[in-house]
């Protein structure tokens, strides 16, 4: 028994949803996104109700269900109000500009970091140390958040580097001096 899986799903009426075999493709005023489902999960559409059931009980398809049923819900939210993530930049010096698509990143190395946006990436800047990564892909949105952080990762003593808004650093205490 799969609580989320068996959840249906109900399609807003500026969405299109086709379905060829095992590929769905979502459309909608923000744009298309694809996916494969596996064979073993089906996948049904009724009116404006999608509803996905698995072919049996066994381990890899349990977990199979609840996964394809929340990716589809992802690619139907993501077409009609996109996802963003919010990086913040933390320390002297450090500081984010926007060169065209791509970002500049300044951050304490001899030479500054150009970081190119992958396609379906949108990037704001809404002041030198805040980076706002939006998309449609949830995936892509959050893969991009995270390269982006791991260019200089938030270090445990001073706070400085790249983090998610909502991330709180737990910071260690220096050594205490005789």
Do not use: C, W
């Not at 009116?47 to 977990?63: C, F, G, Q, Y």
């Not at 304490?108 to 892909?137: C, L, M, R």
């Amino acid at each position: 028994m799969s609580r989320i899986g068996n959840k249906p799903i109900t399609v807003p009426s500026e969405v299109e949803v086709k379905m060829d075999g095992q590929n769905i493709t979502v459309t909608g005023p923000k744009g298309t996104l694809e996916r494969e489902i596996h064979k073993n999960i089906s996948v049904k559409m009724e009116e404006n109700i999608i509803t996905v059931t698995r072919k049996d009980n066994e381990p890899a398809n349990r977990s199979l269900h609840g996964l394809t049923r929340t990716l589809i819900n992802n690619m139907i939210v993501g077409v009609t109000s996109g996802y963003s993530r919010e990086l913040q930049i933390n320390g002297v010096g450090y500081r984010v500009a926007k060169q065209g698509n791509d970002l500049n990143l300044t951050l304490g190395y001899s030479h500054p970091v150009v970081f190119q946006a992958p396609e379906g990436i949108a990037f704001d800047v809404p002041n030198p140390n805040t980076i706002i990564v939006n998309g449609i892909d949830k995936e892509l949105v959050g893969q991009t958040a995270a390269v982006i952080r791991m260019k200089r990762p938030p270090e445990v003593y001073r706070g400085k580097g790249i983090k998610y808004a909502e991330e709180v650093i737990r910071r260690k205490e220096g050594k205490t001096g005789k």
